[in-house]
C-alpha cells in the first residue's frame, strides 16, 4: 500500500510513467522535485514494498511491526512535506497578500 502511493506520487510530481519506481525517484531527485531526504525515505519504502510485493523468499518474516509502522509514518512524512505543507504556505501567502492598509483594523490602547 506504500509503496503504490509513493509510486503514484511520483507519477503526481511528474515522474516518467512506464519507468521503474526506483528510476521515477532518481528522476525526480535528479530534477530538482524530491530532495534528497526525501528520496531516500521513498527509497525506504519502496524496498519494503519490495519484500511485500515478491512471494519468492519475500522477507516478509524480517518485517517487523516497527518497520511496518515506520514505513506508514515515513508515507505520511513525504505526502505532508510534498503536497500538504505547501498548500498551507500558499494559503498563508494569499491571505498575507490580501491585506492592504484599508481592511487592517488598529490596535485598540
Not at 510513467?17 to 525517484?25: A, F, R, V
Not at 528520496?39 to 525506504?44: F, G, K, L, R
Not at 515478491?54 to 508515507?75: R, W, Y
Not at 505526502?79 to 494569499?94: C, G, N, S, T, Y
Amino acid at each position: 500500500m506504500a509503496r503504490r502511493t509513493i509510486q503514484k506520487m511520483c507519477l503526481n510530481l511528474g515522474a516518467t510513467k512506464g519507468k521503474k519506481l526506483h528510476e521515477q525517484i532518481t528522476e525526480l531527485k535528479s530534477a530538482g522535485k524530491l530532495h534528497h531526504d526525501l528520496a531516500d525515505m521513498a527509497t525506504e519504502i519502496r524496498f519494503l514494498g519490495n519484500e511485500s510485493a515478491h512471494p519468492d523468499d519475500d522477507g516478509l518474516d524480517a518485517v517487523s511491526p516497527e518497520d511496518a509502522k515506520e514505513i506508514l509514518g515515513f508515507t505520511a512524512e513525504l505526502l505532508e512535506d510534498l503536497f500538504v505543507r505547501p498548500e498551507k504556505v500558499a494559503a498563508m501567502k494569499k491571505r498575507r497578500a490580501a491585506i492592504t492598509p484599508e481592511n487592517v483594523t488598529p490596535p485598540r490602547l
